[in-house]
């Protein structure tokens, strides 16, 4: 390791020449590795609810980062607030395979986390998969949808997306139908890989089952 953190290779083609320098190598390494093994750079929003901690083991195969308004809070030994996701401490101990990263959650005016400059960069530059699982049907998931998009759009226009909503019988008011006929059209118009899964919410393995589908979906493509 220490030879190949000292040293960095030039290569020319033609009028061109890209130095590779040890991070690139590291880099280059891990694109192999994720091609090889069919390992996905795994990205899913409002994970720290049921579904989330249901489906996170179920992706042990792939990097999975979790976006969440407070990491800290998700990450505590017992649950202190009913306001915000919570995965636990042992929880994630376990899941060796998975991160948390605070986000602000499409909501500039009530951010919690105290590390969500960047999470744009950090997390969805690099990822293969977006799985957003915010808000169910409330106003949340709209502002969440836009901003993942948005952002997306910018740093990783490719990504595979996923979108989770409530079947139809489970929403009842016209509102929250509406409301999540419009973000999955904003998903439509602007992604160019794009899956909408309706399901049940309380029958979480079903749910789950519909989810890795998809992420399937990416993997075959």
Known sequence: FFF?????????????????????????????????????????????????????????????TILCRNAFLAATPSRVSGDYGWLGES???????????????????????????????????????????????????????ERIIRECIKVNPNVFHVSVSPVVEELGQKIKRNRVQAVEDMYEANCPSYVAVRSEYNRVDDTCNAITQAIQKCVNV
Do not use: Y
């Open 91 to 145: 929880f994630l101990d376990r899941q060796e395979h998975a991160r948390l990263r605070d986000w602000d959650a499409g909501d500039m005016l009530d951010i919690v986390g105290c590390d969500f400059l960047g999470w744009q960069e950090d997390a969805l530059k690099g990822c293969d998969v977006v799985v957003n699982l915010v808000g169910g049907f409330t106003d949340q998931r709209t502002k969440a949808a």
């Open 4 to 64: 190949f953190s000292q040293c960095s290779k030039q290569i020319t083609m033609g009028n061109h020449s890209i130095t590779f320098t040890p991070m690139r190598f590291l880099h280059l390494f891990i694109i192999l590795q994720h091609h090889l093994t069919g390992a996905l750079n795994i990205v899913i929003a409002g994970g720290t609810g049921p579904i989330g901690k249901a489906l996170i083991p179920k992706l042990a195969e792939h990097e999975v």
